[in-house]
C-alpha cells in the first residue's frame, strides 16, 4: 500500500467492508427469496402462537377495576411484612420515639385492614 | 458447464468450482435444524441421537429449535394421537419452506403397535407429505442418524429450477396443509387425499 495517502484511509476502508458485510447477507437473502423461493403465507403460518393449539379468545380481556381493592389490601401486608422483619431483628436497641412511630405506622395500616374488613372486602364473592 | 479436466486441474489447486445449485443444497443440506418435537418412546431415542456419544451435531442436525419458525426439520417421534394429529399438521404449517418430515418409528409410520387403538393415527402420512420414514420400535439413534443422511441426499438432488422443483420453490403449491379437526367419532377428514392414497391390496 501507499505511503503517502492519507492516513484516514485505511479506517475510511474498513467503513466499506464493515457495511458490505452487514448488507450484503441481507442483499443476498432478499435477492435469493425474490428470484427463487416464492412468499408463501398462510392462516397457521402467521398466527401468533406456536404451540400448536389455536389461541381461543381475545387477548385483550379487561379487568374488573373492583380488583384494585385487593392489590391495596395485598400491599398493606406486604408493607407490614417488609418493616416489620427490621423492627423485629432491631427491637430491643430502639428508642421509645422509634417504637412509638413504629406503633403509629402499624395503627395505620390496621385501620387500612379494618376498613376493609368492615367494608367485607375480605369476603371472596 | 465447466468443462472436467479443468475443473479438476483446479481443484487440486484448492479452487473449487460449483453450480449455484450445488452450494445451495450443500449448505441447507448441512443444517438442518430439526423442531423439538418427541411425541414419545422415539423422543428419546431422538435426544440420544444429539447427545455426544451418537453426536447429531457432526450431521449439522443437532440445532434443535424449540420454535417451529426456526426448524427445517420435524421429526415425528412416537405415537400419533387422533388429539395430537391436529396439532402436529399445524405446527408443520407454521415451519418456514423448505421443510422436511421424518417419521421416525413404527408408531409415526402406521401406528405401530397402536395400530387397533380407537385414538391413535395409523401413519402421519395421512396428513403430511413424508421425506424418509425411520422403521424401528423405537428406531435406534444410528437409524435417525441414517435417515438424516438419507435426507441429505435428498436435499442434495433437489433443482432450483423446473417443473420437477421442490415444493418450497415453486409458487403455485401452498406450504400450508389442511388441519383435521378433532370431532365426536375420528378426525374430519380421516385423511387429507392430496397426500395420502390408500395402499392397494392384491390377493
Known amino acids: ?125 | 458447464m465447466i468443462d472436467e479436466v479443468l475443473k479438476s486441474d483446479l481443484q487440486k489447486q484448492g479452487i473449487h468450482v460449483l453450480c449455484l445449485e450445488t452450494a445451495y443444497n450443500w449448505g441447507r443440506a448441512n443444517s438442518v435444524w430439526p423442531l423439538t418435537f418427541g411425541l414419545a418412546c422415539c423422543a428419546i431415542e431422538m435426544m440420544a441421537a444429539s447427545m455426544a456419544r451418537f453426536d447429531l451435531a457432526r450431521f449439522g442436525a443437532e440445532v434443535f429449535r424449540p420454535s417451529p419458525r426456526q426448524a427445517d426439520l420435524m421429526i415425528v417421534a412416537g405415537t400419533v394421537t387422533k388429539k395430537m394429529a391436529p396439532l402436529v399438521v399445524r405446527l408443520y404449517n407454521q415451519m418456514p419452506e423448505p421443510k422436511y418430515l421424518i417419521a421416525m418409528g413404527a408408531c409415526a409410520i402406521s401406528g405401530g403397535p397402536f395400530k387397533q387403538g380407537y385414538n391413535v393415527l395409523k401413519g402421519i402420512d395421512r396428513y403430511l407429505p413424508v421425506d424418509v420414514s425411520i422403521p424401528g420400535c423405537p428406531p435406534r439413534p444410528e437409524a435417525l442418524i441414517h435417515a438424516i443422511m438419507m435426507l441429505q441426499e435428498k436435499i442434495l438432488a433437489q433443482k432450483l429450477t423446473g417443473p420437477d422443483r421442490p415444493r418450497h420453490l415453486n409458487a403455485a403449491v401452498p406450504s400450508e396443509f389442511p388441519v383435521p379437526v378433532y370431532g365426536a367419532s375420528d378426525l374430519e377428514p380421516p385423511n387429507n387425499p392430496a397426500v395420502w392414497h390408500p395402499p392397494l391390496i392384491k390377493r
Open chain 1, 1 to 125: 500500500m501507499a505511503t503517502n495517502q492519507h492516513p484516514y484511509f485505511v479506517l475510511l476502508l474498513l467503513i466499506v467492508v464493515a457495511v458490505a458485510f452487514a448488507i450484503g447477507p441481507l442483499a443476498a437473502a432478499w435477492a435469493w427469496a425474490r428470484f427463487f423461493s416464492p412468499n408463501k403465507p398462510g392462516k397457521d403460518k402467521n398466527s401468533t402462537y406456536e404451540c400448536g393449539l389455536e389461541s381461543k379468545g381475545d387477548a385483550w380481556i379487561q379487568f374488573r377495576s373492583e380488583y384494585y381493592l385487593y392489590a391495596i389490601i395485598f400491599l398493606v401486608f406486604d408493607v407490614e411484612t417488609i418493616f416489620l422483619l427490621p423492627f423485629a431483628v432491631s427491637f430491643t436497641q430502639l428508642s421509645v420515639g422509634a417504637f412509638a412511630a413504629m406503633i403509629v405506622f402499624l395503627l395505620l395500616l390496621v385501620e387500612g385492614l379494618v376498613w376493609a374488613w368492615r367494608k367485607g372486602f375480605l369476603t371472596w364473592k
